[in-house]
């Protein structure tokens, strides 16, 4: 794969919306009455969360955590480590991870454990894409974007070697 790699769109902007707004009407009927924290992880998250909260329509709160990537490489390393930490307290909120990928799930069952122990009122994990196939550790994905196989995605937010974040559809690199 190199940085020439031409991207395949493989959700549109158009399916993106629509999946988008589904996320949202299941987010509002959960979180009616309540004011949680969003907290999305950096960076790949950041055009869902601003994509997604527009569609909320209750009191929310946002913040953001950075945990180690893979560098330059898609391999993960199985070692995760909080790089930007929040800025906001756990404790007794009601918490709902926003994350762009689950794919072995190492990173995400690292995340959902270290806020766990800060004793959240509820704790809850919304995830545009699930790459099932590579899972090597279990996760609950409470509210679920797209289901795709084993494929590199950029585009959305998603990058590879910090390029392509900006694409507005979901693409697969092609050499
Ligand atoms: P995991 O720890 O579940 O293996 O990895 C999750 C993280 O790896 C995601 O949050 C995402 O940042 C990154 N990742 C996994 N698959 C892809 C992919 O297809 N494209 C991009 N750009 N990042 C990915
Ligand atoms: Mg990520």
């Known amino acids: 794969m190199s940085s020439q790699s031409n991207p395949k769109i493989l959700f549109s902007r158009q399916e993106i919306e629509a999946t988008v707004r589904k996320l949202a009407a299941e987010i509002r009927k959960d979180?009616?009455?309540?004011?949680?924290?969003l907290v999305g992880i950096l960076k790949g998250s950041f055009m869902f969360m601003a994509d997604l909260i527009r569609l909320l329509d209750f009191p929310l709160e946002v913040d953001f955590i950075r945990l180690s990537s893979?560098?330059?490489g898609r391999e993960s390393s199985g070692k995760v480590k909080?790089?930007?930490?929040?800025?906001?307290?756990?404790?007794?909120?009601e918490v709902l991870?926003?994350?762009d990928?689950?794919?072995t799930g190492i990173t995400i069952s690292f995340l959902l454990d270290y806020l766990r122990k800060k004793k959240?009122?509820?704790?809850?994990?919304?995830?545009l894409t699930d790459k099932p196939s590579?899972?090597?550790?279990?996760?609950?994905?409470?509210?679920?974007?797209?289901t795709v196989s084993d494929k590199f995605l950029v585009g959305y937010g998603l990058d590879w070697d910090e390029k392509f974040r900006n694409l507005p559809d979901i693409c697969v690199l092609e050499e």
């Open 134 to 146: 590579r899972r090597r550790v279990p996760v609950t994905i409470d509210y679920l974007g797209f």
């Open 82 to 93: 909080v790089v930007q930490d929040l800025s906001s307290q756990v404790r007794g909120r």
């Open 120 to 127: 959240p009122a509820s704790l809850r994990l919304c995830a």
């Open 70 to 72: 893979y560098g330059r």
């Open 97 to 99: 991870v926003i994350e």
């Open 31 to 37: 979180y009616q009455g309540k004011s949680p924290l």
């Open 101 to 103: 990928i689950v794919d």
